[in-house]
C-alpha cells in the first residue's frame, strides 16, 4: 500500500527526492514519516509530517538538509535530501500511523513501504 521510489547513488553534497505513493487507501487523514536503516542497526526516525502537512519534525542530523512534504490530492510522500552526506547512506522507509498526530517511534506506525537504497559516496 505504501512504495517508495527516488533512491540511488550520488555523491557527498548532492540531492536525491524521495516519493511515496500511496495505493488501496487514502492517507490524507494519518501522520506519514521516513525512517532509515543501515545493516544491523535499528531503524532509524528521519522525519514526519501531520496529517495535514503543517505540522513536521526531523531528527537533528538532518534539520536544515532535509524537507518532508506531502500531497494529499495525489496521495503521495516526499523527502527532499540536499547536502547528503556519507552517513546519510541507509535503505529509507516510509510508514503512515492511523493517529493524524506526528510520533519518532517506529512502533507507531501502521503501514510501511517496501524500501528504497541511498548511497552517498565521498
Known amino acids: 500500500q505504501l512504495q517508495a521510489s527516488g533512491g540511488g547513488l550520488v555523491q557527498a553534497g548532492g540531492s536525491l527526492r524521495l516519493s511515496c505513493a500511496a495505493s488501496g487507501r487514502t492517507f490524507s487523514s494519518s501522520a506519514m514519516a521516513w525512517f532509515r536503516q543501515v545493516p544491523e542497526k535499528e531503524r532509524e526516525f528521519v522525519a514526519a509530517?501531520?496529517?495535514?502537512?503543517?505540522?513536521?519534525e526531523y531528527v537533528d542530523s538532518v534539520k536544515g538538509r532535509f524537507t518532508i512534504s506531502r500531497d494529499n490530492a495525489k496521495n503521495m510522500l516526499y523527502l527532499q535530501m540536499n547536502g547528503l552526506k556519507p552517513e546519510d547512506t541507509a535503505v529509507y522507509y516510509c510508514?503512515?500511523?492511523?493517529?493524524?498526530?506526528?510520533?519518532?517511534?517506529?512502533?507507531?506506525?501502521?503501514?510501511w513501504g517496501q524500501g528504497t537504497q541511498v548511497t552517498v559516496s565521498s
Open positions: 509530517i501531520t496529517w495535514s502537512g503543517g505540522g513536521t
Open positions: 510508514a503512515a500511523r492511523t493517529s493524524r498526530r506526528i510520533i519518532d517511534a517506529r512502533s507507531h506506525y501502521d503501514y
